[in-house]
């Protein structure tokens, strides 16, 4: 590999060809903005034709012409399948569980895959007060694989979430099953370094690095000791053709690249 | 019954000092005229909800009409935050903003259980994390048929509700299409309904396509006719979102020396929604406009 612009993949590039590699043709989608709309998208584009996207504002089965810039785009409306109230969407796919794949990202993640998109700090006298849960808290519970997407960096990877809003595999000592919930929890964090998987205690694991990356940094940029599995993989590179695909295609604007 | 009338006297009869409202939509139909007109009314101590309240909503706040706030995500889609809101709730503010706050799914099921006259709405959700722990009206109750536990939430009636459509007649047979929201349900929920129509028709016109109503006119109490009232937010069929205000709103509402200046300017400057589209950069309009895209006909014919 290079190091020409053209043929080397940035962080975003390569977080979003990783996640795009966790969808399988068929999935149904619960799409967020940003990385996971463009994963989804470049998924679509290659090895998942018949990736079913559905969008928290009620699009279902949409194939947007255009990069949506919000979750409530009209591009998604526009030859989608079926458009639906949000009842619709949180109570008969989400709720019924119709969704294989959830996307979530926040500004904290904990070992067990917990995330905050709440606050920084004291809940009732934040320091941050951060945008809050929207659907996410009701998609980590439901959706039966939960991706997380997030960059890695100790303020980011922490301990402990100043606020749980939406729950990973366990909360206070007691796990997802003792807590009866319905979908499946967390099965990666898609990392700017490398990718996390979970052990069968709910715990992340290091499991795959960037080319490039080691280990080493990884832990240094995590705020918590990072297990790490006995072999680490090398994951794949995104090639020409998918650089390609990302930037001139995709997202030509650079919205999310 | 006719109940067109202006924004102005729309907003006089039906919103009170004290009141809960929702101005509602999901990104598509936000009626910013209704929230500038509350602005220049003075409206105060309103507790304003909405699973997304986002530019106007902060509008609101900024311009102290809101007392409270109850919501399930707050922030400038893909862009950026709230800031008054984020000023009026982090530590060091003085006049505190209350919040009370949800996931989407609960409040939908707060607006839900109140549609459907029901003191409240059970959903699968709340395990573990702390919303629920920081909201003492999310609760729960025994399934009485399989003795499962599950989350609960309280009916909310608004006092009024906001509701911008597409199309809808003189008596308040308001149509929609495209993203619908929570609109239904926080139209049915409420005590008041103002509906806001892009297009006022004839109720022949309705009638053709009763399908497409979301919201009959027996709930209604106003109709007002205005024409891209929901701008910057989108209407499906007539104009785009202007995702570029969006994106310059970031750095106006920073400041709140520059956020005062563009209230003053674009809501209390003017006299109405006229005003304020003529304010707007010449070919602006122009530019948002929708290209066509009709559908096939339905034929309701027996």
Known sequence: ?257 | MDKLCSMKEAIAASVHDGDSIVIDGFTHLICFAAGHEIIRQGRRNLTAIRLTPDLVYDQLIEAGCVKRLVFSWAGNPGVGSLHALRRRSEAGCAERLELEEYSHFGLLSRLQAAAAGLPFWPLDNYFGGDIARVNTNIRTVRCPYTGRELATVPALNPDVTVLHCQRADREGNAQVWGLLGSQKEAAFAAKRVVVVAEEIVPTEVIRADPNRTVVPGIIVSHVVHEPWGCHPSFVQGFHDRDNDFYVKWEDISRQPKTYQDYLEAFVHGVKDRRGYLERLEAGLLDKLRAKPRPCAGVDYGY
């Open chain 1, 1 to 257: 590999m290079g190091t020409d612009a053209a043929t080397t993949a940035s962080a975003s590039e390569r977080m979003a060809f990783r996640a795009a590699r966790e969808l399988h043709d068929g999935d149904v989608v619960f799409v967020g903005i940003g990385l996971p709309n463009l994963a989804c998208n470049l998924a679509r584009a290659t090895h998942a034709p018949g990736l079913f996207m559905i969008y928290e504002s009620g699009a279902v089965g949409a194939i947007p012409e255009r990069l949506p810039v919000s979750i409530g785009d009209p591009s998604l409306v526009t030859d989608s399948l079926a458009v639906v109230g949000q009842a619709d969407i949180f109570q008969c796919l989400l709720q019924r569980g119709h969704i294989e794949v959830g996307f979530l990202g926040g500004a904290q993640v904990d070992r067990w895959g917990n995330l905050n998109t709440t606050v920084i700090g004291d809940y009732a006298n934040p320091k941050v007060r951060l945008p809050g849960s929207g659907g996410a808290c009701e998609i980590a519970v439901h959706a039966r694989r939960l991706l997380i997407i997030m960059r890695m960096s100790p303020r980011t990877f922490v301990e402990r979430c100043d606020f749980v809003t939406s729950p990973g595999h366990r909360m206070n000592g007691r796990s997802r099953k003792e807590l009866g919930m319905p979908g499946g929890g967390p099965t990666r964090i898609i990392t700017d370094l490398g990718v996390l998987s979970f052990d069968e205690t709910g715990e992340a694991v290091l499991t795959e690095v960037y080319a490039g990356v080691t280990p080493e940094q990884v832990k240094a940029a995590c705020g918590w000791p990072l297990k790490v599995a006995p072999e680490v993989k090398t994951g794949a590179s995104p090639d020409a053709a998918v650089l390609h695909l990302l930037r001139e295609k995709l997202d030509p604007k650079r919205l999310y690249l």
